[in-house]
């Protein structure tokens, strides 16, 4: 599986976009970008995954360049409630068992 | 809700005690999982199983023993434990085995005495 290095903290205040890197030097070919939301004292939450270049849905938007070596996590207009922590994940979409969460970035929203 | 459910959600326990954590999925998903959380450290896959059977054992000590008598339910049993396990145990199913896209409980806080 391939490695991943995100920041271990950040704080916003309120109303503003939050983009949280990750950075995936070793990804494989087969291998998509999984991101996961976990609040204190509960299981992670699936939020978006994605391939390559843009992916949005309700929660948030997952950007990844061309050479699939990074991507960015961007929620936008932060809430109190947004207050997690949040996981990047590289792996194929089937086929293994082990996902491998790291330590995540805990983002704090300030109001 | 994420549709997994796990009981208890705290347990206090002692070392000489046995116990055992419920997980249920009401997603009629085939693949169940069980993690250990402890503090500042990433999330340990422990078990796997697909349709009943388990298909993946980390390495983890016999003081813990799973159990998934039908495709939504998932048991882990807890005898002898030692302080160290005390942690988050969470419980997750996926629609197929080893996706991506995982489903989790809310979690057992563990604490052993």
């Known amino acids: 599986l391939a490695k991943t290095t995100q920041p271990i903290s950040m704080d916003s205040y309120e109303g503003q976009e939050v983009n949280i890197t990750c950075s995936h030097n070793?990804?494989?070919?087969?291998?998509?970008i999984t991101w996961y939301q976990q609040f204190p004292s509960q299981g992670p939450r699936f939020i978006i995954q994605?391939?390559?270049t843009k992916v949005t849905n309700e929660v948030a938007s997952l950007f990844i360049p061309a050479d699939r070596k990074s991507s960015t996590l961007s929620l936008p207009r932060v809430s109190l409630s947004d207050t997690a922590v949040y996981y990047c994940?590289?792996?194929?979409?089937?086929?293994?068992?082990?996902?491998?969460f790291g330590t995540g970035t805990r983002l704090t929203v300030i109001p | 809700e994420t549709g997994v459910t796990q009981t208890p959600r705290h347990l206090v326990m002692g070392m000489t005690n046995k116990k055992s954590l419920k997980c249920e999925q009401h997603?009629?998903?085939?693949?169940m999982y069980w993690y250990k959380q402890s503090a500042k450290k990433p999330l340990e896959l422990m078990f796997v199983?697909?349709?009943?059977?388990?298909?993946e054992n980390n390495s983890v000590p016999s003081r813990f023993s799973p159990e998934c008598p039908n495709s939504s339910h998932l048991f882990l049993h807890l005898h002898t434990l030692q302080p160290e396990d005390s942690a988050l145990y969470l419980c997750?199913?996926?629609?197929?085995?080893?996706?991506?896209?995982?489903?989790f409980g809310p979690g057992t806080r563990l604490t052993v005495l």
């Open positions: 199983y697909s349709l009943e059977e388990r298909v």
């Open positions: 997750a199913s996926s629609q197929a085995l080893a996706t991506n896209e995982q489903f």
């Open positions: 997603l009629g998903h085939n693949a």
């Open positions: 994605g391939y390559k």
């Open positions: 994940l590289v792996g194929p979409k089937t086929g293994a068992n082990n996902l491998f």
């Open positions: 070793n990804i494989a070919t087969n291998d998509y």
